[in-house]
């Protein structure tokens, strides 16, 4: 008896099936790119609502963003701060009528505070040591070194509290901001009492503060600055030029 065989019957194989692959990607893609457009679509109603109630959580003070434009320091900073903000140069828009009228008042009382000190250092001969400018940050003094300080050295010469002191009653006729800067040349210290420019300069500055702090200035309006040999205000090829490197600045800040 002869066998039958039995037959294969292998499904016929779908060649198509990789539309259905390709198909869900299409579709995937197409999915990722509507939801990039709806997120990139910003609702400028509720980020301006996000950003002022940030502003009140942090400063309690909404003007500390400005929608559009950089961040930038409120003009008006709680009162625990020790530094008073408002005395910087910043400018309000012309909109803010009465914030421009202080501004303009403030400006006619640093410009009769610098008529005042002018009038000082003429009257005492005190050009050729003391310098004094009505600039864009504020009125600006700056001492000489010899008249402050010896060679090297940052504690204030006796002689020099004769200078600062007629200038504390000026002084406090305004709460501004006083920036008390020191700056030397680019020779390197050899006494050994510091260990650079930046400390040199850093200490002639708190011994000015604390000669005012003495005699009558809030030390809550005053800070010190130390710029060491690096605000020359002639380059250092020369002993005259290094000599005008070496002062202290005293601004009255706006």
């Given amino acids: 008896m002869r066998r039958r065989r039995r037959r294969s019957h292998k499904g016929t194989e779908n060649v198509d099936r990789w539309l259905v692959t390709y198909a869900d990607l299409i579709t995937l893609l197409l999915a990722f790119f509507v939801m990039m457009y709806a997120i990139s679509q910003v609702d400028a109603a509720k980020f301006e609502s996000i950003a002022r109630s940030l502003a009140v959580q942090f400063t309690s003070d909404p003007s500390i963003i400005e929608l559009g434009e950089r961040a930038h320091i409120a003009p008006h900073p709680p009162e625990k701060e020790g530094l008073d903000l408002s005395q910087l140069d910043h400018r309000e828009s ?138 020359p205000v002639k380059p250092n090829d020369s002993a005259d030029n290094r000599q005008l490197n070496r002062r202290v600045n005293l601004v009255i800040l706006r």
């Avoid at 007629?166 to 700056?183: D, Q, R, W």
């Avoid at 400390?199 to 809550?220: K, Q, Y």
Wanted: no cysteine; charged share 30%; net charge negative.
């Fill in 94 to 231: 012309e909109g803010e009528k009465g914030e421009g009228d202080g501004s303009s008042k403030r400006d006619e009382e640093l410009d009769a505070l610098y008529a005042k000190i002018k009038r000082y250092v003429v009257e005492n001969q005190l050009e050729s040591d003391i310098q004094v400018v009505n600039a864009r940050r504020g009125v600006e003094i700056t001492f000489a070194e010899h008249i402050l300080f010896d060679l090297g050295r940052a504690e204030l010469k006796k002689s020099s509290e004769h200078v600062l002191e007629p200038l504390v009653p000026l002084l406090n006729e305004l709460t501004n901001t006083i920036s008390i800067e020191g700056h030397t040349d680019d020779l390197p210290i050899v006494s050994g009492r510091f260990e650079s420019n930046w400390e040199l300069s850093t200490a002639r500055a708190r011994s000015v503060l604390n000669f005012l702090e003495r005699t009558g200035i809030d030390p809550a309006r005053m800070v010190i600055v130390g710029y060491g040999e690096y605000r």
